[in-house]
């Protein structure tokens, strides 16, 4: 983890660095304009307007090689205040500047920082001189809106990134190679999963026959472990009345999260962000005695969020999305027992992923924050405390952030890191007082009186979708053997020879269970098994004059050169193994 002074010089440096990179432009293109170029998590980023001129990839190589000459031209770097009037006469040839300065308070400082013949608006702080800068690294070049808005001109955007040391940069530029290998969308892609298409829409992406399987094999996975811990599940609509998220307060305090409402019939329906309501209203279809509870309802449900578009991402944020969500209605004496149930099957689902790699938070409420949280201390004190009571008690070390609860209640998030990039919740318990009270929810207590369930929303997949991503990205898409799409390829030697021995393996083998292809195409054998290796199938049967003889089977593992053989009864006792143990290697 990077601690708080490495980030404060990072920052230093990166910013710097993208005023270098504004020079070298201004050099090479003397009529370029300048927006904003900040200091991002990821290095910086620059937008300028170029006019009639467009940068390509290739492009940037030229920019670095000015960049270098003023590294060596060892600029010193100078800061200076000026008042508004200074600033616009400086500055009154860049419309961008011109604007920047125009939005500033009339009695603010405004600083200004100079190397060598370029001057830029900036807060700073600055390194000392241009030779610090010489361990950078331009990116890649995009189009981004002036202020974000597609109404107004595109520019075009450079990224870059500036670390103290050869090393450093070096070790930065490998986790980006590696992201890129890792990326989900990119092996999405490669290995059919799931596509999407502007004419279906922005984040609405949609699984292809492989990756449905995929989804198929999670949901039925967390459907069965969730049955035999005694969870009831059910489908309910992907739209709701407007009214039903006015009672849950879901459209006083996520409206601007939601799709627009549908009028139709003189009556108002939504796209549902989320749950929670239509699960509410199936438990109050009936009346509960206190034996009845916890009542555990679940639901892979398709959820719809108006993500903005710039933060729509494959399928792991999407506009469209699968919970794999559940809402448990108990009294006050069963949360501790309930939220542990919860917590043991989140770690249970861990284990069988090999995640390990993960840090519990405690997320609060803002006190301050009046129009986010429900506005009810009594009940917030109430349930934070019984949060915190039950992680203490069963031993779960945890940090608490404040301001990250859901509107009605406090929660538990699992966050976990994944192999590149920063760290994602995949779990969440949140604890609820709020919605069963607005909801008007009861059951019958023991001594006959109405009493008010307590709710538990809970997520152990988090969004199936999601989930899909961090598991592709984990594995660089070599999923486990109970994941894969295709679980077995098999390649008789000769087409001619050994095609009906093969027919004969691939239907016993389908009889089983097992997704399996035979590969029957007039092509090399070494072509079909680079391939196979290439589509990440788990295991490539390759059978010919032996094994037809002997009535046997050898195979290759993914990733590995060596074939062993096997009798038809041991290879299928071995990756039924595979299969039930949920091993994640072959």
């Known amino acids: 983890m990077i601690n708080i002074k490495e980030h404060a010089t990072l920052s230093i440096l990166n910013h710097s660095c993208a005023h270098m990179l504004a020079q070298a432009v201004k050099r090479l293109y003397p009529r370029a304009k300048f927006w904003v170029g900040p200091c991002i998590k990821e290095g910086f980023y620059y937008d300028i307007d170029l006019g009639e001129a467009v940068l390509r990839e290739e492009d940037l190589e030229q920019i670095s090689k000015e960049m270098k000459k003023i590294v060596k031209e060892n600029k010193l770097i100078k800061r200076k205040e000026l008042t508004k009037q200074e600033a616009f006469t400086l500055f009154h040839e860049d419309p961008y500047k011109m604007d920047l300065i125009e939005n500033l308070k009339d009695d603010e400082i405004i600083t200004?920082?100079?190397?060598?013949?370029?001057?830029?608006?900036?807060?700073?702080?600055?390194?000392?001189?241009?030779?610090?800068?010489?361990?950078?690294?331009?990116?890649?070049?995009?189009?981004?809106?002036?202020?974000?808005?597609?109404?107004?001109?595109?520019?075009?955007?450079?990224?870059?990134?500036?670390?103290?040391?050869?090393?450093?940069?070096?070790?930065?530029?490998?986790?980006?190679?590696?992201?890129?290998?890792?990326?989900?969308?990119?092996?999405?892609?490669?290995?059919?999963?799931?596509?999407?298409?502007?004419?279906?829409?922005?984040?609405?992406?949609?699984?292809?026959?492989?990756?449905?399987?995929?989804?198929?094999?999670?949901?039925?996975?967390?459907?069965?472990?969730?049955?035999?811990?005694?969870?009831?599940?059910?489908?309910?609509?992907?739209?709701?009345?407007?009214?039903?998220?006015?009672?849950?307060?879901?459209?006083?305090?996520?409206?601007?999260?939601?799709?627009?409402?549908?009028?139709?019939?003189?009556?108002?329906?939504?796209?549902?962000?989320?749950?929670?309501?239509?699960?509410?209203?199936?438990?109050?279809?009936?009346?509960?005695?206190?034996?009845?509870?916890?009542?555990?309802?679940?639901?892979?449900?398709?959820?719809?969020?108006?993500?903005?578009?710039?933060?729509?991402?494959?399928?792991?944020?999407?506009?469209?999305?699968?919970?794999?969500?559940?809402?448990?209605?108990?009294?006050?004496?069963?949360?501790?027992?309930?939220?542990?149930?919860?917590?043991?099957?989140?770690?249970?689902?861990?284990?069988?992923?090999?995640?390990?790699?993960?840090?519990?938070?405690?997320?609060?409420?803002?006190?301050?924050?009046?129009?986010?949280?429900?506005?009810?201390?009594?009940?917030?004190?109430?349930?934070?405390?019984?949060?915190?009571?039950?992680?203490?008690?069963?031993?779960?070390?945890?940090?608490?952030?404040?301001?990250?609860?859901?509107?009605?209640?406090?929660?538990?998030?699992?966050?976990?890191?994944?192999?590149?990039?920063?760290?994602?919740?995949?779990?969440?318990?949140?604890?609820?007082?709020?919605?069963?009270?607005?909801?008007?929810?009861?059951?019958?207590?023991?001594?006959?009186?109405?009493?008010?369930?307590v709710v538990l929303h809970r997520a152990i997949l988090g969004s199936l979708d999601r989930f899909i991503a961090y598991i592709i990205e984990e594995t660089k898409g070599v999923l486990p053997l109970w994941l894969s799409p295709v679980q077995i390829n098999i390649i008789p030697v000769n087409c001619t020879y050994h095609l009906d021995y093969a027919n004969t393996i691939k239907e016993m083998l389908r009889e089983k269970g097992y997704r399996v292809e035979l590969d029957v195409r007039d092509e090399k054998l070494s072509y079909k098994m680079r391939e196979s290796q290439t589509r990440k199938i788990p295991y490539t049967l390759i059978l010919g004059d032996q094994e037809q003889e002997n009535e046997t089977i050898s195979f290759r593992r993914h990733g590995e050169k060596k074939t062993e053989t096997l009798s038809q009864t041991a290879f299928v006792s071995y990756i039924q193994q595979k299969i039930e143990s949920k091993d994640m290697n072959f």
Request: proline share 4%; net charge negative.
């Open 112 to 453: 200004a920082y100079t190397q060598g013949e370029f001057t830029d608006l900036c807060h700073g702080p600055h390194v000392e001189s241009t030779k610090l800068l010489k361990h950078f690294k331009l990116l890649k070049v995009s189009g981004a809106y002036y202020k974000g808005d597609s109404k107004n001109k595109m520019l075009q955007r450079i990224y870059g990134v500036c670390f103290e040391s050869e090393e450093d940069l070096e070790k930065h530029l490998h986790l980006l190679e590696e992201a890129k290998e890792r990326d989900h969308r990119k092996l999405g892609k490669d290995l059919d999963l799931f596509m999407s298409d502007d004419l279906v829409g922005r984040g609405l992406p949609m699984f292809l026959p492989n990756g449905y399987i995929i989804w198929e094999e999670l949901e039925n996975y967390i459907k069965r472990k969730e049955r035999k811990l005694g969870y009831a599940h059910v489908m309910t609509p992907c739209v709701g009345n407007v009214e039903l998220y006015k009672t849950s307060g879901h459209w006083d305090h996520y409206k601007e999260n939601m799709f627009p409402a549908m009028e139709m019939d003189g009556e108002s329906f939504v796209l549902r962000p989320m749950n929670c309501p239509h699960h509410m209203m199936i438990y109050a279809n009936k009346l509960h005695s206190y034996k009845d509870l916890p009542v555990r309802i679940g639901e892979i449900a398709h959820d719809f969020r108006y993500e903005a578009s710039g933060a729509v991402k494959g399928i792991e944020r999407a506009r469209h999305f699968c919970q794999n969500d559940a809402h448990l209605f108990v009294t006050k004496q069963q949360i501790k027992s309930e939220f542990k149930a919860v917590v043991d099957l989140i770690f249970d689902v861990y284990k069988d992923f090999h995640i390990t790699d993960y840090r519990c938070i405690l997320s609060l409420r803002d006190p301050e924050d009046k129009e986010k949280y429900h506005p009810d201390d009594a009940m917030w004190d109430q349930a934070e405390n019984e949060l915190r009571e039950v992680l203490k008690e069963l031993n779960i070390e945890y940090t608490e952030e404040i301001g990250e609860a859901a509107f009605y209640g406090p929660k538990l998030d699992v966050n976990v890191k994944p192999a590149v990039g920063n760290e994602i919740t995949l779990s969440t318990c949140q604890l609820d007082f709020c919605l069963p009270s607005k909801f008007h929810l009861k059951y019958i207590d023991q001594d006959g009186m109405k009493r008010t369930p």
